[in-house]
């Protein structure tokens, strides 16, 4: 499917060049709202699915900037939702998602700040939902964060963020126990934290727990986020 945005080269951390999705709002037909958005990939890399909910920020006049962030293992992955492909996705996650994110990440950022945009926030899915959390935590120049079912939060839970920091979970998650999403809401009321009728990767209608009602409400949750720190 013909996406709105572009791949572009971008010079990340130790000088490295990955790629990454680029839309604006000019390029979705809409006027912009003076406002970017890191958008960090699910663990399958920057696929069609999260160039699509790219574009869609973009339609609401985000400029949004997706990194390819396993670039240095293989470059341009995209994997499918089973089988070896999503095996291969968690090694790259493993080996090349991590050391590097803050660094490629930061760069998505400063892409934004060096095309006149101040106010940028940041959003991942999966993976990037803990990279979120991560970027809220260790980046500069942030204005505030989302992140959706980010497993590696728990091993993260001691940080806390710099900028207003919301959080997605399903219930029926089992890759992230609920009993710890509800601790961690208890003892951090600093972070805002949202628990839905909903299984990992609700957000995402190219997956078997797609939950259309989760996914729509977190959205709005998420603008209303955006807006509100801006």
């Not at 709202?33 to 890399?45: K, R, S, Y």
Request: proline share 3%; net charge negative; aromatic share 10%.
């Amino acid at each position: 499917m013909s996406r709105k945005g572009k791949m572009i080269e971008l010079k990340g951390d130790q000088g490295f060049t990955l790629g990454a999705y680029l839309v604006t709002p000019q390029d979705a037909g809409t006027s912009p709202n003076g406002q970017g958005l890191v958008l960090i990939q699910e663990i399958f890399g920057v696929t069609d699915h999260i160039k699509e909910l790219c574009d869609g920020y973009a339609e609401r006049g985000f400029t949004v900037i997706a990194p390819s962030m396993y670039d240095r293992g293989e470059k341009g992955w995209q994997s499918d939702y089973t089988g070896e492909g999503f095996q291969r996705s968690i090694e790259l996650a493993q080996k090349f998602g991590g050391p590097n994110a803050q660094g490629d990440i930061q760069a998505a950022i400063d892409f934004l700040k060096a095309q006149g945009t101040d106010t940028i926030h940041v959003t991942g899915y999966c993976y990037g939902g803990s990279m979120a959390w991560l970027a809220a935590c260790r980046c500069t120049g942030l204005t505030s964060a989302v992140g959706y079912y980010g497993r590696l939060i728990m091993d993260m839970e001691g940080e806390t963020p710099s900028v207003p920091t919301m959080l997605h979970f399903g219930d029926k998650d089992a890759s992230i126990p609920i009993d710890w999403v509800r601790g961690f809401k208890e003892k951090r009321p600093d972070i805002t934290v949202h628990i839905y009728d909903a299984d990992h990767g609700f957000n995402s209608d190219r997956r078997e727990h797609y939950s259309k009602e989760a996914a729509d409400l977190a959205l709005s949750r998420t603008l209303d986020w955006f807006a509100k720190a801006s």
